[in-house]
């Protein structure tokens, strides 16, 4: 499956300075105001800097940056602001105010200039501490300059500037500890969870993630002791929200996206729709993402479909003209959404309901547009069309598959976004292996094998241990259809590791659905080598293995899953009943593939296909068994 995620969109709070938005009296004069500033004169002591930074504020609205920066140079040039307290005030002014130019307008030198003059100011700063302690100013160019900092490194995807970011907020969050200023902590915490946050959905691993939630809930218990406005209140929360749900995603257990559930919930019951439409779509479809996740690993249709009444929400605020990639990322979720229920309740309904939502948001956003939203949409389809096109004869859809997967892998790298690659790698691995099967194609077997290979490298049992146990299993398989064909027990010995590890990864109590696929497909593979190699050992083994998938797969609420598990012990038990002397294996096998038929017959051809055609080999061997003696009771109700 595609990979469903939230992308974190919070603005950056920037401390007050000063040069907040503010509105003038006076109005622009036209052309000739912006050729000649006005020359400032600043006035003596505390209220000179305070009437300088009130000048720069109406400044900074009226003209354009160009102008700005030429007054700003007159300014530091006048008689009256040579005195080094009042120049620092005008640099710090300067500086904020080009960050704010830097983020409204994503201009990039304007943010390399603040950042410059704000290094400036600390190094200064620095030489001063002999003489003074660390004052309020100390903290707040270090708060701005990481938000410069982070800014400049998203935007240039720069992972030293990055860490400087968060070198910069630890530094400011140092003087707000030792003076207990309850906001602003808050607002630093929050900052620096924010851009954990980022760092760690991009890394493998959850250290980056748990110490992401941890601030966040350090910042929450700063800002109820603060005084922190019920906006930026909602915000923290809402970010927390989207760290527990980055972290559920990673963990073996559900305890934190149950939580981002909660939390989620809390901030939709104080946030209006009308007062702040954005922020409440947005929040929905975090809700959407925990229930989704939450659904599909516990086999919970009512999540799935709660997740799925949340993104429709959101779509009612969100379009492709106001807000294409909200929109785009939206139909994404509905998209996937949609395929874990389409698959769980083996409904094609909803699977090809999944592909036009997938198709027709293609053709709304161009890939110039929101390349990173149309890469997901690509490989989402790609991931849906290899789920239908498992369930159909022909490759058609699988060939489209892997051909939507590669180009959406050529948007995204291994170095840029390593785990969506990683998840794309996985997903052909999955058409190349089903394309190969089919077509009896070993060059497309061994291609599905390198995808799956190269996911691993980076989908380590340490850092990702769920990805790593699910491409373990679908390696698993592939090695086993290869293996199958070609008749080499080594491949099969190494596919049945293969799925011996993914089942010693998954617990039942947590993921026994996850659980439930492994034990399938080591059942598979263990059923393969025990044919080749005629060991009747691994044919028990085999049994064994999907007797414990199918505790997990009832017909009533898998049936496909059940459906499929019955039909591969059919075949275990015909084999080892063409082994053994009675009938009892055989008799069994008739009636699992009696069952199976009953529902295969209609939705499932390519099983019922087999299921027929072994049926039928059964009740023939069970007939040779017999021979000429008289027929049992049991063995009359199969034939």
Not at 497 to 516: F, G, N, Y
């Amino acid at each position: 499956m595609g990979l469903i995620r939230a992308m974190l969109a919070v603005s950056a709070l920037v401390l007050t300075v000063g040069v907040a938005a503010g509105n003038s009296n006076s109005p622009c004069k036209g052309e000739g105001a912006l050729s000649k500033p006005k020359k400032i004169r600043l006035g003596n002591s505390a209220r000179g800097s305070k009437s300088a930074r009130a000048q720069l504020q109406r400044i900074a609205q009226r003209f354009e940056q160009a102008t700005f920066e030429e007054t700003i140079s007159r300014l530091l040039d006048d008689q009256a602001a040579r005195r080094q307290e009042r120049a620092w005030n005008a640099r710090e002014a300067l500086a904020t105010t080009l960050l704010k130019f830097g983020q409204r307008d994503g201009d990039v030198t304007a943010l390399e200039k603040a950042l410059a003059i704000y290094r400036e100011l600390l190094e200064e700063k620095e030489r001063e501490r002999a003489r003074e302690p660390m004052s309020a100013s100390w903290a707040r160019i270090h708060y701005n300059a990481g938000i410069a900092l982070e800014t400049l490194g998203r935007q240039q995807d720069d992972a030293v500037r990055l860490e400087e970011a968060l070198a910069a907020y630890r530094a400011a969050l140092r003087f707000h500890d030792r003076k207990r200023m309850a906001e602003n902590q808050a607002r630093t915490r929050g900052n620096i969870g924010r851009l954990l946050m980022f760092l760690g959905e991009r890394e493998s691993g959850t250290a980056r993630l748990e110490e992401a939630v941890a601030t966040y809930r350090r910042a929450l218990e700063d800002a109820a002791r603060g005084r922190l406005d019920a906006e930026s209140m909602a915000r923290l929360h809402a970010d927390f929200s989207i760290a527990l749900t980055a972290l559920g995603k990673r963990e073996r257990g559900t305890a934190r996206l149950e939580e981002a559930v909660k939390v989620s919930r809390e901030v939709l019951a104080n946030r209006s729709r009308q007062r702040a439409p954005r922020d409440w779509a947005a929040e929905q479809g975090r809700l959407g993402e925990a229930l989704m996740e939450l659904g599909g690993r516990e086999g919970d249709m009512a999540r799935l479909e709660e997740a799925l009444t949340a993104y429709r929400r959101a779509l009612q605020i969100y379009t492709p003209g106001t807000a294409p990639q909200d929109w785009v990322r939206t139909r994404n979720n509905i998209g996937s959404a949609l395929m874990i229920l389409g698959e769980r309740k083996n409904d094609t309904t909803r699977l090809k309901e999944a592909v036009a939502l997938y198709r027709a948001t293609l053709k709304e956003i161009p890939r110039e547009r929101a390349p990173t939203e149309w890469a997901a949409a690509q490989a989402n389809l790609g991931a849906l069309l290899v789920s239908l096109g498992e369930r159909e004869s022909g490759t058609a859809k699988l060939k489209e598959a892997m051909a939507l997967i590669r180009e959406s892998l050529r948007e995204r790298s291994r170095v840029t976004v390593p785990l969506e690659w990683a998840i794309d790698q996985n997903n052909l691995g999955n058409a190349l292996s089903l394309v190969g099967e089919r077509e009896n194609d070993m060059a497309r077997l061994q291609e599905a094998v390198t995808a799956y290979r190269k996911a691993l490298r980076v989908q380590t049992r340490e850092n990702m241990p769920l990805n790593w146990a699910r491409t373990q299993s679908n390696l698993c398989n592939a090695l086993k259809i290869l293996g199958e064909s070609r008749g080499d027990a080594a491949l099969l010995l190494e596919a049945v590791s293969a799925c011996q590890h993914a089942v010693l990864e998954w617990r039942r109590d947590d993921m026994p659905m996850e659980l439930a696929i492994a034990q399938l497909n080591l059942g598979n593979a263990l059923l393969a080598l025990g044919e080749t190699t005629n060991d009747p050992a691994r044919l028990e083994e085999a049994v064994a293995a999907f007797h414990e998938a199918l505790k997990e797969f009832p017909r009533e609420r898998a049936p496909r899953d059940w459906v499929i598990t019955q039909n591969s012990l059919g075949y275990a038990l015909l084999l080892q009943g063409e082994r053994e002397q009675g009938t009892a294996r055989l008799e069994e096998a008739v009636r699992v593939y009696r069952a199976v038929l009953e529902i295969a017959a209609d939705e499932e051809p390519i099983v019922a296909r087999m299921a027929t055609k072994n049926l039928a080999r059964a009740q023939e061997a069970i007939r040779r068994h017999l021979g000429t003696a008289d027929v049992p009771r049991s063995a009359r109700s199969v034939l």
